[in-house]
């Protein structure tokens, strides 16, 4: 049974190493864990269905209370296409409309528009969604949930000259060989990275960061127009701005497996030399987002022609509203599996779960290529596995760090993903989904644990064809 197959069936709890199920909760997954109207790379052959049923099932852990953490206040409402969400239900919930999502694939979608809705004092969410759950024009009414971020588990803290010895798992995915290839290129795809920001002065980051060409750096305006001021290398949506601090610096450290700046004979090195890095910074400082921000950052990201996202955080919360923002960004879709060592094919983790054509879902393995011990696993849920233990990676302030987790495992993937795309502009997404997976390594420890049965390998999913 493939992705396209799976049930979406979940319980709302997360676990890593150091503690146990947090209840109703995302995390990182990092132990911590101008747009076109059709998708160019994404094969029609190979999309898995829309139409998928989504069943809800709260399955406490033992012990535990299950309960549902959102935004109180606030409903995430679908539109059945072609209906208008008229003032007369507005006044009827005396709500306020946050957010029109206007994401450029909306065909992709099939359906009608979704809304952010703040509501009025003294209505709560669940009154809100029983008001609402039989109008004819609403698809459905979800509440806002709230992801939180969960800090990674710190470890020990043709070649370029800054390929750092503590780099073992760019040696073990065969990069070097992907460089004869291609090292990248800050012309090439757009790499979208969703997560707590990044330090957009690190030496070995700022060279490769994404630059919005029509912004005016530090002018305090919307220069190009696009309703965000001073988005010149990415975007806050919680702020509306380009305010891109990264004080958690988890997101700091997936982007330099992807693309820290190679052969300048300092640091380390990424997986591509040269990059062109989005950062999304979907989480503020206190570590927490919400459904709402992480589909406003979708949008921007396929709104600026994002190729590939990056995502190294989830839960196993289904929203609805989730689910449509994926959907409706056009991008290929890299997303860590989980770090509760659970059965994702049993309990699905979110997004990494999404039954999508362009979505792959990444575990972490450790030196010896088998399933990291805190790792998620899925035989027909998760596609690869990629090194996740002991990672070494750019850190906030200049500096530089040792972490674990799916998430250090999902920025490999991206960062081969990226250099694929470089190498073969015109590939869908099918391709790349099928020179990762069929160019694995495989390892009995993994066989039975992801759908390919391996652990990445650059120089194999580069090889010509």
């Not at 992705?3 to 995302?26: E, H, Y």
């Not at 059945?80 to 206007?102: I, K, N, T, W, Y």
């Not at 090439?188 to 005016?216: F, M, Q, S, Y």
Request: glycine share 10%; charged share 20%.
């Amino acid at each position: 049974m493939g992705a396209a197959q799976r049930v979406a069936r979940l319980q709302m709890s997360v676990a890593t190493p150091q503690s146990p199920a947090v209840n109703l909760k995302f995390t990182l997954a990092g132990i911590f864990d101008a747009g076109l109207m059709v998708n160019p790379w994404l094969a029609p052959s190979f999309r898995r269905p829309l139409e998928r049923r989504i069943s809800i099932m709260n399955i406490p852990q033992p012990g535990r209370h299950s309960r549902r953490d959102y935004r109180p206040g606030e409903l995430l409402v679908r539109l059945q296409p072609g209906a208008g969400f008229s003032a007369d239900v507005l006044d009827q919930l005396g709500g306020e409309v946050l957010h029109r999502f206007e994401f450029p694939t909306a065909n992709l979608m099939k359906g009608g528009e979704m809304l952010h809705l703040q509501l009025p004092k003294g209505t709560t969410t669940a009154e809100a969604m029983a008001a609402l759950e039989h109008d004819p024009r609403v698809t459905y009414a979800a509440p806002n949930d709230i992801i939180h971020v969960d800090q990674g588990l710190a470890g020990k803290t043709s070649v370029p000259n800054d390929l750092d010895k503590k780099l073992w798992g760019l040696q073990a995915i065969q990069s070097p060989a992907a460089w004869e290839t291609t090292r990248g290129s800050r012309n090439g795809p757009v790499i979208a990275v969703l997560d707590t920001g990044c330090d957009v002065n690190h030496p070995d980051l700022r060279d490769n960061l994404w630059t919005n060409p029509k912004e005016i750096p530090g002018n305090g305006l919307d220069d190009d127009g696009n309703g965000v001021v001073d988005d010149v290398h990415g975007f806050f949506p919680k702020e509306n701005n380009g305010n891109l601090t990264d004080k958690l610096g988890h997101g700091s450290h997936t982007a330099g497996t992807i693309g820290a700046v190679g052969n300048n004979g300092q640091g380390i090195t990424g997986i591509n030399w040269e990059a062109q890095i989005m950062p999304i910074k979907i989480f503020d400082s206190q570590g927490q987002t919400d459904v709402a921000l992480i589909a406003r950052g979708l949008e921007y990201a396929a709104r600026h022609g994002a190729r590939i996202t990056s995502n190294s955080w989830g839960g196993t919360e289904p929203n609805p509203a989730l689910e449509d923002a994926f959907k409706s960004c056009p991008a290929l879709h890299i997303a860590a599996c989980g770090n509760s060592g659970l059965d994702t094919d049993i309990v699905p983790h979110y997004p990494s779960s999404i039954p999508l054509a362009n979505m792959i879902s990444v575990a972490a393995s450790d030196r010896r290529d088998r399933l990291a011990s805190f790792s998620n696993f899925g035989a027909e849920s998760v596609d690869l596995a990629a090194p996740g233990v002991d990672i070494y990676s750019t850190f906030p302030k200049g500096r530089y760090k040792t972490q674990s987790g799916t998430s250090m495992a999902c920025p490999h993937v991206s960062g081969v993903a990226a250099l694929i795309a470089t190498a073969y502009p015109e590939a869908s997404h099918e391709e790349i989904r099928s020179r990762l997976l069929e160019g694995v390594d495989l390892s009995p420890s993994l066989r039975g644990k992801v759908a390919s049965g391996g652990r990445l390998n650059a120089a194999k999913a580069l090889a010509p064809r």
